[in-house]
């Protein structure tokens, strides 16, 4: 009985689902090791735009690791910049955004700061100037102001996020901290649904459960 309770458990749906993110880790626009670039979109095919100041600064080793695969983002690159992504959402659909960010080594507390909007009001092909009049505080989900540190010490930020009615929400990055060129670290972006168990399978599984309660009740009954 306990190894069917145990089938039953494995072949609920899974709950980890695909990055809805593209380029996440920012991986897919090569920066050569110990440099650093600024670009006006990163991603295949640009999916992450910059939306205003001097672009979507890239490094790779610059003053350490990643905090997932090789390659980061500074927003704060010659000066306080935004980047947008479009992603595909289900109205009404909850998600769970996750990202690591951490202050950039050896600057003060002044310089460091991250802002993440989420904008549920714009549809397909959104213009740069409106996705940018959108990130106001009322879709803001973040504004982080990390400690100074003396090497990358990547933290996660952890939010719930709603789909839009109109089939796209749009996720906005922006510095924050004094615009000096050096800004916090911005890295492995994800956002994912976790689908829910259909009632047969919790039926079933409420049945394996059952049944492993009744063996055990029945062995300590004929024990005694």
């Known amino acids: ?21 593209q380029d996440g880790s920012f991986e897919e626009t090569v920066v050569p090791n110990g440099t650093w670039n600024v670009f006006s979109s990163v991603g295949t095919g640009g999916v992450w735009k910059s ?12 003053t350490g690791p990643a905090s997932h695969l090789a390659q980061f983002v500074e927003l704060d690159s010659h000066k306080n ?4 992504q479009s992603i595909g959402t289900a109205a009404g659909t909850n998600y769970s955004l996750n990202f690591d960010f951490t202050a950039r080594p050896n600057t003060t507390a002044a310089t460091n700061g991250l802002q ?17 009049a959108a990130a106001t505080a009322g879709n803001m989900i973040a504004d982080l102001h990390p400690n100074t540190v003396t090497s990358n010490t990547w933290k996660t930020f952890s939010h719930n996020v709603v789909g839009s009615g109109t089939g796209y929400s749009y996720l906005v990055f922006k510095a924050a901290g004094t615009s000096d060129s050096y800004g916090t670290y911005l890295d492995n972006v994800n956002l994912s649904v976790a689908p829910v168990p259909e009632p047969e399978t919790y039926a079933l599984m409420g049945i394996g459960l059952a049944g492993l309660l009744a063996a055990r009740r029945r062995k300590q009954q004929q024990s005694h």
């Open 1 to 21: 009985m306990r190894n069917i309770l145990i089938a039953l458990l494995l072949s609920a749906p899974a709950l980890a689902q695909a990055n809805l993110v």
């Open 116 to 132: 993440a909007f989420w904008i549920n009001s714009l549809g397909a092909g959104a213009t740069t100037a409106s996705i940018l």
């Open 81 to 84: 910049s935004a980047m947008a």
């Open 51 to 62: 939306i205003s100041g001097s672009g979507i600064e890239i490094q790779r080793n610059v």
